[in-house]
């Protein structure tokens, strides 16, 4: 059965908030933040970044998944494909 259009952008949305998420981690420790507030924010990135990432992937579906990431595994990128 094939899914709708509209949940795979929607998943591969989630996908890639979840990665800005993870980026803003790395931002955290350069804020003019207290330690405490800056152990919130970074617990509270990490907590939003899984279920962004965990939504979209169960959204994606593992057939998607798979397929996507072949194109996205280094080790496959200068293999001659057979035509």
Do not use: D, H
Request: with cysteine.
């Amino acid at each position: 059965m094939q899914k709708p259009k509209v949940l795979i952008i929607i998943a591969f949305i989630l996908i890639v908030v979840s990665c800005i998420l993870f980026g803003l981690i790395f931002v955290v420790p350069f804020l003019t933040l207290t330690t405490v507030q800056k152990g919130i924010s970074v617990t509270i990135l990490v907590i939003s970044m899984e279920i962004t990432w965990w939504t979209g992937v169960a959204l994606i579906g593992k057939q998607l998944f798979t397929k996507y990431r072949k194109y996205f595994n280094p080790s496959t990128w200068w293999k001659k494909r057979s035509i």
